[in-house]
């Protein structure tokens, strides 16, 4: 059983940035980012592989967020830049033995962290 506890959310205008943190109790094959606006599915935003680092984003972040991992702590950011009111969503970080963008793929998440960006 691996836990994840998030911190990092919180109200921004538009065009700022936001540092999301996820600490995990283990080490796992992959990590993801995943948000969930109000009447919406959650979905898929960032993923990394905890070996070699490989990323994946969804295409509306592209260029924006960045996914990273600091091994020694067992935790995984996502850099949140040029932040649009589209963004806002509940973020939720996931951990599990597959890389993808799939939520099937992950088998433990946290609890979520809001992220509010005004226009």
């Known amino acids: 059983q691996v836990q994840l506890v998030e911190s990092g959310g919180g109200l921004v205008q538009a065009g700022g940035s936001l540092r999301l943190s996820c600490a995990a109790s283990g080490s796992t094959y992959a990590m993801g980012w995943f948000r969930q606006a109000p009447g919406k599915e959650r979905e898929f935003v960032s993923a990394i592989k905890w070996s070699g680092g490989t990323t994946t984003y969804t295409d509306s972040v592209k260029g924006r967020f960045t996914i990273s991992r600091d091994n020694a702590k067992n935790t995984v950011y996502l850099q949140m830049n040029s932040l649009k009111p589209e963004d806002t969503a509940v973020y939720y970080c996931?951990?599990?033995?597959?890389?993808?963008?799939?939520?099937?793929?992950?088998?433990?998440w946290g609890q979520g962290t809001q992220v509010t960006v005004s226009s």
């Open positions: 996931a951990a599990g033995p597959n890389y993808g963008t799939t939520r099937h793929l992950y088998y433990y």
